[in-house]
């Protein structure tokens, strides 16, 4: 009868130094990670809903509609900007409708095309200059702010007399432009004197040359 074979059940123990090698690599090895629950502290808890109660008890108990308490007790009504008389032209509508696809919202214009207004000589010079470039436009050379500037400006001189005047007096006072404002009468007597005119100026030497030799 022939022995079974002995799997090893009978072998004798490993050597210690084997074991302490086996223990060894397994003290290596770290657990792996778990995510554990960490509670908020029961006093910030407390704190939260003591916060919680006290705002929903404010606005309970905060008036609603009525003139406040509080601040400079200012209404809607009062922080409204100031309506323009009944019939007076508000410049910045016209610009806009008129001027802003060419010279932009900024004012800047667009480089090496349209001229900025912004700090523009002749934006902030002779009124009636200016008066007269939105009366016939300009079709040619202009010098602004030091760069030459060959284009076309059209004519506005459909424009009423308060328009023009509203539309000149906002881009003299936006923007960080500070020029003293102009009149009707600048527009009108300007309309007038320059009445034979059909053709844009040829640019900004003949524009300074004509508007000097107009009466005053």
């Not at 090698?21 to 990670?33: G, L, M, S, T, Y």
Request: overall charge neutral.
């Amino acid at each position: 009868m022939t022995d079974a074979p002995n799997n090893g059940a009978n072998e004798p123990n490993q050597p210690p130094v084997k074991k302490k090698k086996v223990n060894a690599a397994r003290q290596r090895e770290h657990i792996d990670p778990d995510e554990g629950v960490r509670p908020l502290p029961w006093f910030l808890v407390m704190f939260l809903g003591a916060m919680a109660m006290w705002g929903a008890f404010y606005i309970y108990i905060t008036p609603s509609g009525e003139d406040s308490a509080f601040g400079d007790q200012r209404t809607v009504a009062d922080l409204r900007p100031p309506l323009p008389a009944e019939g007076a032209v508000d410049g910045k509508q016209v610009f806009a409708a008129k001027c802003v696809a060419c010279h932009q919202g900024t004012g800047l214009g667009v480089a090496g095309v349209f001229p900025p207004l912004v700090g523009s000589e002749w934006v902030l010079g002779d009124e009636k200059i200016l008066a007269n470039i939105l009366l016939h436009g300009v079709n040619g050379e202009m010098e602004v702010k030091g760069v030459v500037y060959k284009g076309a400006m059209p004519p506005w001189k459909t424009l009423s007399d308060d328009e023009l005047t509203a539309v000149i007096n906002y881009i003299r006072s936006d923007w960080g432009n500070k020029a003293s404002p102009i009149k009707a009468d600048t527009i009108k007597a300007q309309r007038a004197a320059t009445a034979s005119r059909t053709q844009p100026y040829a640019g900004g030497a003949e524009l300074k040359s004509e508007t000097k030799s107009d009466p005053k």
